[in-house]
T-cell receptor, first 111, second 115 residues
Framework: SQQGEEDPQALSIQEGENATMNCSYKTSINNLQWYRQNSGRGLVHLILIRSNEREKHSGRLRVTLDTSKKSSSLLITASRAADTASYFCATVWYNNNDMRFGAGTRLTVKP | EPEVTQTPSHQVTQMGQEVILRCVPISNHLYFYWYRQILGQKVEFLVSFYNNEISEKSEIFDDQFSVERPDGSNFTLKIRSTKLEDSAMYFC?????????????FGPGTRLTVL
């Protein structure tokens, strides 16, 4: 399966702390994307990282990709209560046009 | 900022009935997708659509499902004879080019409840 699998399944931290979520996958990918989902809502795109990239930043978000280990991480720095959500990685396989999601990490940031 | 829209936000139907879920993708996007998320589970790919044809579909997308772009703006998902296990959030997404090289933008979803 090309699906990403996140860990941990759930993470609870205090406001101001950093949160790190990891994603592993099994097949060669074209790109990997991270999405956020607030409870019962739609998916918000955070970052896309291509297979030839190793790191990307967007505001307080930092994503790394290690294709040799087939893994990615999402770091949220200086977390806020509003960051409370589920975070999903999604992989796109070479020569495919579909995107496969992992089960997600449920992040809770306590004020 | 352009966004993907979906209607209705919530659809309740009886088992065995047909439902049509509607989506309006972002106007200059060429690729369209449907996903579903059963409550508490992961988001699952259903189908991708380009140039008025299905380009990929998952094992979930069986004969009871169909997609259509009836006009220049709408993209629909039809479930012919709903089952209890079809209850889920259904998300539409669109992208400018193939998702291998581009971001997919998601709509807010339609919650389908089959009774």
């Amino acid at each position: 399966s090309q699906q990403g699998e996140e860990d941990p399944q759930a993470l609870s931290i205090q406001e101001g702390e950093n949160a790190t979520m990891n994603c592993s996958y099994k097949t060669s990918i074209n790109n990997l994307q991270w999405y956020r989902q607030n409870s019962g809502r739609g998916l918000v795109h955070l970052i896309l990282i291509r297979s030839n990239e190793r790191e990307k930043h967007s505001g307080r978000l930092r994503v790394t990709l290690d294709t040799s280990k087939k893994s990615s991480s999402l770091l949220i720095t200086a977390s806020r209560a509003a960051d409370t959500a589920s975070y999903f990685c999604a992989t796109v396989w070479y020569n495919n046009n579909d995107m496969r999601f992992g089960a997600g990490t449920r992040l809770t940031v306590k004020p | 900022e352009p966004e993907v829209t979906q209607t209705p936000s919530h659809q309740v139907t009886q088992m065995g009935q047909e439902v049509i879920l509607r989506c309006v993708p972002i106007s200059n996007h060429l690729y369209f997708y449907w996903y579903r998320q059963i409550l508490g589970q992961k988001v699952e790919f259903l189908v991708s659509f380009y140039n008025n044809e299905i380009s990929e579909k998952s094992e979930i997308f069986d004969d009871q499902f169909s997609v259509e772009r009836p006009d220049g703006s709408n993209f629909t998902l039809k479930i012919r004879s709903t089952k209890l296990e079809d209850s889920a959030m259904y998300f539409c997404a669109s992208s400018v080019v193939r998702s291998g090289t581009d971001t997919q933008y998601f709509g807010p979803g339609t919650r389908l409840t089959v009774l």
